[in-house]
């Protein structure tokens, strides 16, 4: 007898057997499936049950400091519209018109009074309210007593605000946020406070890169993971930061999971030193985390700078990678004094990145092998990589 999971829509594009191996343990299992890299069906299933379904990262709350700036996101085409409103707070639409159905607004920017459709004008106030409908009664009646206003607003998206991170539950239907994150909250509160965490700031020199990756998003997640690849993969940072130096991460409840060093120390020239969290532990200077909150977001933990680097899948086969930094105040994130270390952090950072890349485009390409079973893992090394497989082969049942 079939119940509702065994039932699910995925089994018609992979084999039950593929997925229910991913969570075996680790010396027993595969990896995900290559259906799950390169199928464009597969891919629509993944955007309701790991994307709509859970809280996702869209951008970041600085990149829109003013009343009325908006911008357009596309969530693998579900069109999406990020704002400011009146209140200073940020509101998150579907971004498609009540009327008939044209994508309202197409290009970042700053909005002012009215959100209004190009194409029978109808507008809307930043609070999605529908606040004008011209001659929709006829040549100048702009009202019509068949026509209720108030039931044709924008649609809001539910939406959370968290260290800038502006993070979605599109289908509204997870936890709140605040105990989504709660796991990984408490885990930082003995290395990095709540107190410290509101003191960050955006640098808006060099705070800021993207990346092209021309592959699945789960690979940049995967790789983040895990620190097995870095004598191959970051020979410089290795030189300093070596596999030994690093611990594994897997949150329970299962919805992140990284890895963290003992040994951070970066080499960066110049007198000068970024300031510190005020109560980031003195014995845990060299101490930093790396941790991918899936599904898209890749987080790093220092005693001196954090950053958020999320993921904006555009299809099976192409990721956009953002990466957004933040010192600790806005004297170190944004003065001139600390600008030549910025470059260097910044340059440090997109290097690396690049280096990772790299070498996981090389895995959109293997996934066409018909033979490769998902892969093997190593029973030691792996384990954080095999956490988010768990999460993926459970989450999209
Ligand atoms: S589609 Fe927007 S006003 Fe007609
Ligand atoms: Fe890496």
Redesign the pocket.
């Known amino acids: 007898m079939l119940n509702g999971k065994n039932d699910s829509k995925i089994y018609k594009i992979i084999n039950k057997e593929k997925l229910d191996i991913v969570s075996k343990s680790i010396d027993e299992s595969h990896g995900l499936p290559n259906e799950c890299y390169i199928s464009e069906e597969y891919t629509k299933i993944e955007r309701k049950k790991l994307f709509e379904d859970k809280w996702v990262a869209i951008g970041v709350a600085s990149s829109l400091p003013n009343i009325g700036d908006a911008k357009p996101f596309d969530l693998l085409n579900l069109p999406i519209l990020i704002i400011r409103d009146k209140d200073k707070k940020i509101k998150v639409f579907h971004n498609v ?1 009540s ?4 994508k309202l607004v197409n290009k970042s920017g700053n909005i002012k009074n009215v959100i209004r ?1 190009p ?4 507008s809307y106030a930043f609070n999605g309210e529908l606040v004008a409908t011209p001659h929709i009664g006829g040549m100048n009646k702009h009202d019509t007593p068949k026509f209720d206003k108030s039931t044709s607003g924008l649609k809001e998206i539910r939406s959370f605000v968290w260290l800038d991170l502006i993070m979605v539950n599109i289908n509204n239907n997870e936890v709140s946020f605040e105990e989504y994150i709660k796991p990984l909250s408490d885990r930082w509160e003995k290395l990095w406070t709540k107190e410290d965490r509101e003191l960050i700031k955006h640098s808006n020199d060099y705070g800021y890169f993207k990346l092209n990756a021309k592959c699945n998003w789960k690979f940049a997640i995967e790789n983040y993971c895990e620190s097995y690849h870095l004598p191959w993969v970051h020979p410089g940072l290795n030189a300093y930061s070596k596999i030994e130096d690093h611990y594994h991460i897997q949150g329970l409840p299962n919805r992140f999971a990284g890895q963290g060093t003992n040994v951070y120390n970066p080499r960066l020239k110049g007198k000068e030193k970024f300031p510190l969290f005020p109560n980031w532990p003195k014995n845990k200077e060299h101490v930093a985390e790396y941790v991918a909150l899936f599904p898209n977001v890749m987080l790093g933990i220092h005693k001196d700078h954090y950053y958020a680097y999320w993921l904006e899948p555009v299809s099976y086969n192409f990721t956009l990678e953002h990466m957004e930094i933040y010192y600790v105040g806005d004297h170190a994130a944004n003065s001139k004094k600390f600008k030549p270390l910025r470059k260097q952090n910044l340059k440090l950072w997109e290097d690396i990145q690049k280096e990772d890349v790299n070498i996981i485009q090389g895995m959109q390409d293997g996934r066409n092998s018909p033979i490769y079973n998902g892969g093997n893992f190593s029973p030691i090394m792996d384990n954080p990589t095999h956490h988010f497989h768990k999460w993926v082969a459970t989450n999209i049942v």
């Open positions: 018109c009327h008939r159905g044209y459709c194409y029978h004008s109808w």
